[in-house]
């Protein structure tokens, strides 16, 4: 039996649809058994143990709230890094193998050069997170090795699906609400669609059951390709225009991060490396607007429009 813990949130919600779909036995909890209580999560694994031996625990939850969490660092502290230590410590004591969610910003995002240009963040590069959001992911990140070491931990970035707020929704609403838009295009990184994330997880537990175990330790997911947020804006508009979700014209103009200061610093570069995962896993990664294609194709069919 798998638990999905933050099955609720946008990347769990993906989740559950997909484990569902493969037919994996899987039990889900969100805020109602609270990560930063340990006697809670014991109390629910040990329910879950008398049924069926527990296997897996993927850990969806956190605090995500990027600027929220400068205001709100003991609260952010509890949920992404006592969370994750409390569960790592019930994956050990049951025998459960751990997938834990991380992400871009446990770097500083100003991008490492090679060869007069930006290369990919690699799983071996050093961490420098810069807000209390970041710093709270890295040091959840070191709470679960430390705890259990037999974890994988997957650091993704620029996340949209169906469930929840994201950059895909709020661009679809501004351009059916305005005349124009302005993107920033100072900032590069990889639009991934938490379905594809979510297929991948179950790759991984998947290729236990199959023999294959994926080796522990930390590995980078995204979408393939890489663009600012004006490019990717671009193209919501181009396909949000062909599928029918945006009725009206919009312009999409490109400005720059200073027109529209937010407490953290945004990273200018956050592409992932994700040679070793698509090694350990033997797969393709699709690229990220043939993804955004397939996402706005079902949410254009949800509302009848295609
Ligand atoms: N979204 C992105 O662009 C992005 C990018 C990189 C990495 N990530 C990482 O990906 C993972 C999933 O992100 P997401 O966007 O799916 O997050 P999300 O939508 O905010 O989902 C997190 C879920 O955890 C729940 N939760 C909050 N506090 C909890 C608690 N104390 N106990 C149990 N559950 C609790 C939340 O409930 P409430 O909604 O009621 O708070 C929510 O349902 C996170 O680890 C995140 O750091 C996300």
Redesign the pocket.
Known sequence: MLWL??N?????TELSLVLEKRGVSFTG???E????DPAALASFAETCCRKEALTWIVN?????AVDKAEDDQDFCRR?NVE?PGNIARIAQSTGARLIH?????VFDGRGIQEGGSFRPYRETDETSPVGVYGLT?RDGEQAVLENNPRSCIVR????YGR??G?FVHTMLRLMNERDEVKVVNDQRGSPTW?QDLAETLAAIVAAETQDRQVPWGIYHYTNEGSITWFDFAREIYNQGRRFGLIKSDCAVRPCTSAEFPAKVTRPAYSVLDKTKIRAALGIGIPAWDESLVRYLEIRAKQEGLA
Do not use: E, F, P, Q
């Open positions: 813990i933050g609720k949130g946008m990347l769990g909890t969100d805020r058994v609270d990560i930063a969806c939850a956190a605090y995500t949920l969370g969610i991380s992400t871009d910003y992911k993704t970035a620029w996340l469930h929840g994201n938490a």
